[in-house]
């Protein structure tokens, strides 16, 4: 689990809790915590879990062609 060093660097105050709790949402944001919670909060079932990686990896794909199209790269064509 993510956490903060309450005391700053070079210093032998204490930080205020305000930026304290800052760095500690951030280091939770990193971690990935929060977004695993919410993935485990509800039961999927396997079927819906397979369709909604089936349907980000298609938004992936397109978001890549997108990015290929713009730099100058061409679809190679099929070999009919």
């Given at each position: 689990m993510p956490s903060v060093d309450l005391k700053a660097k070079g210093?032998?105050?204490?930080m205020p809790f305000e930026?304290?709790?800052r760095k500690f949402k951030?280091?939770?944001?990193?971690?990935?915590?929060l977004q695993k919670a919410k993935e485990k909060?509800?039961?999927e079932k396997p079927t819906s879990k397979k369709k909604?990686?089936?349907?980000?990896s298609i938004i992936r794909w397109r978001k890549k062609e997108r990015q290929?199209?713009?730099t100058g790269?061409?679809?190679p064509?099929?070999?009919?």
């Open positions: 210093k032998k105050k204490e930026v304290a709790m951030k280091s939770v944001e990193r971690a990935g915590t909060e509800f039961y909604r990686k089936k349907a980000e290929l199209a713009q790269w061409e679809q064509r099929s070999r009919s």
